[in-house]
């Protein structure tokens, strides 16, 4: 069952969210693949102090959508997103996502999808203090 959390991001130990997305279908995960999205001080010369996430209210169905969606797709076992809701300074955490396959390349692909469909579907309202 697809897991999606959205809170400080602060104390999160990564290796618990590993274990959590272990414990759906285990005999069947061949793989689990991570993406760890961080606020970027240097974009292009220009310089990021802060990031405010305008977080709609229906973010968490967003997140469950998308997760549901890909979590269609063939081997596919789980999926984790654990998104930040702080405004953030430059090299702090925005979003977890952990994705158990049964094979990698199935695995590297939806994460790859979910990373594409939050950016356009999720983040519509970021505010950026230079």
């Known amino acids: ?4 959390k ?3 991001l602060k104390g ?8 959590e997305v272990k414990t759906e279908n285990p005999d069947k995960i061949g793989c689990v693949v991570s993406f760890t999205g ?10 990021t102090k802060e990031l405010h996430w ?4 229906d973010t968490e169905d967003k997140l469950r959508k998308i997760a549901d969606d890909e979590s269609k797709r063939e081997g596919i076992l789980n999926i984790l997103i654990c998104h ?12 977890y996502i ?13 994460l790859m999808n979910i990373i594409d469909r939050i950016k356009d ?10």
Not at 54 to 57: E, F, M
């Open 1 to 4: 069952m697809n897991s999606i």
């Open 6 to 8: 959205i809170k400080n």
């Open 12 to 19: 999160i130990d990564l290796n618990d969210l590993y274990k």
């Open 38 to 47: 961080i606020v970027r001080k240097n974009t292009r010369g220009r310089i």
């Open 54 to 57: 305008g977080l709609s209210r």
């Open 84 to 95: 930040n809701t702080d405004d953030l300074k430059a090299q702090e955490p925005v979003v």
């Open 98 to 110: 952990l994705v158990a396959a049964e094979h990698r390349k199935e695995g590297f692909e939806c």
């Open 121 to 130: 579907e999720v983040h519509v309202d970021v505010t950026e203090k230079i």
